[in-house]
């Protein structure tokens, strides 16, 4: 099992651009997140998802959207990007109540900036 | 919400040494979990504890979740323990949901 993946690794944006950030597992979870990761700081959570076709907003989701058409891909987009959104953004995933399990597993993170 | 409190915010250890991370929280827990953040910016699982002890090699944890605490015991550091470890916890009022809040984070060094 690859476990959960990111992708891109990096990416540097212009301010005003858009660009969306793929989250995939493969470990038949229910549940998926994405959060970001400031300098010198905890991970905050964006928006989360309980279910394929579900999403809600996290503690900090302005200027994001997602979307989970699959229940194995979970997508964050930046529709007009701005330097506050420079961080790293890592995509989590647990089975879920149904699932058994509350335990999250993380994926490797996307390092953006935005100039 | 619920708070998350970790200490010491920084530590600095001889390769060989023992220490103890704390994680303080303000209210019940559905899950609590610690993870290790490494130089290269990986987040790895340590444990999933919300109550209990629990032992994996050189590390151990345990929760005591009625004094809404968790310790993490680090023996016989190495160099590769360095980095950031973090506290992380689900409230009552996100049991549902499964949402994580983290602590700051304490950051180890291991000196060789």
């Known amino acids: 099992n690859a476990g959960v993946t990111q992708t891109p690794k990096f990416r540097v944006l212009k301010t005003g651009q858009s660009m969306t950030l793929l989250c995939a597992q493969d470990m038949n979870h229910e549940y998926m997140y994405w959060y970001r990761q400031d300098p010198g700081m905890g991970l905050r959570l964006i928006h989360y998802?309980?279910?394929?076709?579900?999403?809600a907003k996290g503690e900090v989701p302005d200027g994001y959207n997602v979307s989970r058409l699959k229940k194995q891909n979970f997508l964050l987009g930046l529709e007009s990007a701005a330097p506050s959104q420079t961080s790293v953004y890592f995509c989590?995933?647990?089975?879920?109540?149904?699932?058994?399990?509350?335990?999250?597993?993380f994926g490797p993170g996307t390092r953006l900036t935005v100039l | 919400g619920i708070q998350v409190e970790q200490s010491p915010p920084d530590l600095i250890l001889q390769e060989g040494a023992n220490s103890t991370l704390r994680c303080n929280f303000s209210d019940s827990v559905n899950n609590l979990q610690w993870f290790h953040q490494n130089p290269w910016g990986q987040l790895i699982n340590l444990f999933y504890?919300?109550?209990g002890t629990k032992q994996n090699g050189r590390l151990s944890a345990t929760t005591v979740a009625t004094e809404r605490y968790s310790l993490l015991y680090i023996s016989s550091s190495q160099t590769t323990d360095s980095g950031v470890y973090f506290c992380?916890?689900?409230?009552?009022?996100?049991?549902?949901?499964?949402?994580?809040?983290f602590g700051q984070g304490t950051t180890l060094q291991v000196k060789p």
């Open positions: 992380a916890v689900t409230g009552p009022g996100s049991s549902n949901t499964g949402k994580l809040i």
């Open positions: 998802s309980v279910g394929e076709g579900t999403t």
């Open positions: 989590a995933s647990s089975p879920g109540l149904a699932g058994g399990g509350r335990e999250q597993f």
């Open positions: 504890i919300p109550s």
